[in-house]
Nanobody, 124 residues
Framework: EVQLQASGGGLVQAGGSLRLSCAAS????????MSWFRQAPGKEREAVSC????????YYADSVSGRFTISSDNAKNTVYLQMNSLKPEDTGVYYC?????????????????WGQGTQVTVSS
């Protein structure tokens, strides 16, 4: 069992930066693929970034590649998403998720552990 708590969202102007955090409790996340998803208003949930549980390969959606960086701090049992050069289309609720002993890339509806989400709003 793992519980996730997402934080760090806020309102930022286009071109700005935010750093999201996902703190895990109840279990260490080194057995899990840790990922970030987002859901924009009126849009489907989409994968943003992921670290796999096996080889720690990092995954980025094409829309955020080069702008976002996923990282982890095992001592703090926390995963981060550094978001730079933010665009209005990055606006949405960002969720962290834990997928046990899984590679990155699984469909979101197969993942059982989710944080509550944190709102990111990017203004023009």
């Amino acid at each position: 069992e793992v519980q996730l708590q997402a934080s760090g969202g806020g309102l930022v102007q286009a071109g700005g930066s935010l750093r999201l955090s996902c703190a895990a409790s109840g279990s260490t996340f080194d057995d899990y693929a840790m990922s970030w998803f987002r859901q924009a208003p009126g849009k489907e949930r989409e994968a943003v970034s992921c670290i796999s549980s096996s080889d720690f390969r990092r995954y980025y959606a094409d829309s955020v590649s080069g702008r976002f960086t996923i990282s982890s701090d095992n001592a703090k049992n926390t995963v981060y998403l550094q978001m730079n050069s933010l665009k209005p289309e990055d606006t949405g609720v960002y969720y962290c998720a834990a997928d046990k002993m899984a590679p990155c890339g699984r469909s979101w509806f197969l993942i059982g552990s989710w944080g509550q989400g944190t709102q990111v709003t990017v203004s023009s």
